[in-house]
């Protein structure tokens, strides 16, 4: 069964403390790993695709990095605005749009 | 401005009372898709759309129903609606880049239940 967990659920940093955020995941036919932000109230928001083991994209302070069983979202030296539910989801299977999310990780960055 | 738009955003409405969520993209994209958003478990995807007139069934389709009937607009529909369907609902459009698809989320429409 196609699987996304995400740890941990809760993060607290002090601002500037650098830390990473882990998404492993279980698929048959991995076509992109996603990153999204999640501000309380407000859709998700996108960050970042990743399409094959090894890949890296960065975006300021963010960077997303994937392996063949996971991602993790590195967080270098944080602001309180950063603060927000980080997501990450898989789309896998050919011809389907299915896509299948983690329950996310509730990053809160005190000044 | 692109976006994806919701209506309505709040809804409180009666067991078996018929309702409709709209969502309309400007974007021009091909694919739509709806999910719910429960505490502790995330975003489930409802149903999906990958054009006109072709929609699928994601993990929770089970008490909705959809249509596409134009590319823009994605709705929706809750025939009898029952209390464990009370959730924050999520319409996204999404083109197509590289392999897969990055989706563009709408703002949300509470929907409760009683």
């Known amino acids: 069964e196609d699987q996304v967990t995400q740890s941990p659920e809760a993060l607290r940093l002090q601002e500037g403390e650098s830390s990473s955020l882990n998404c492993s995941y279980t698929?048959?036919?991995?076509?992109?790993l996603f990153w999204y932000r999640q501000d309380p109230g407000k859709g998700p928001e996108f960050l970042f695709t990743?399409?094959?083991a090894g890949e890296e994209k960065e975006k300021e302070r963010l960077k997303a990095t994937l392996t063949k069983k996971e991602s993790f979202l590195h967080i270098t030296a944080p602001k309180p605005e950063d603060s927000a539910t980080y997501l990450c989801?898989?789309?896998?299977?050919?011809?389907?749009?299915?896509?299948?999310f983690g329950t996310g990780t509730r990053l809160k960055v005190l000044a | 401005e692109a976006q994806v738009t919701q209506n309505p955003r709040y809804l409180i409405t009666v067991t078996g009372k018929k309702l409709t969520v709209t969502c309309s993209q400007n974007?021009?994209?091909?694919?739509m898709s709806w999910y719910r958003q429960d505490p502790g478990l995330g975003l489930r995807q409802i149903y999906y759309?990958?054009?006109?007139?072709?929609?699928d069934k994601g993990d929770v389709p089970e008490g909705y129903k959809v249509s596409r009937k134009e590319k823009r607009n994605f709705p929706l529909i809750l025939e009898s609606p029952s209390p464990n369907q009370t959730s924050l609902y999520f319409c996204?459009?999404?083109?197509?880049?590289?392999?897969?698809?990055?989706?563009?989320f709408g703002p949300g429409t509470r929907l409760t239940v009683t």
């Open positions: 996204a459009s999404s083109f197509r880049a590289g392999g897969s698809y990055e989706q563009y």
């Open positions: 698929v048959s036919g991995l076509r992109g």
């Open positions: 990743l399409y094959s």
């Open positions: 989801a898989v789309q896998a299977g050919l011809g389907t749009y299915k896509y299948i």
């Open positions: 974007m021009n994209h091909e694919y």
């Open positions: 759309s990958m054009n006109v007139e072709v929609t």
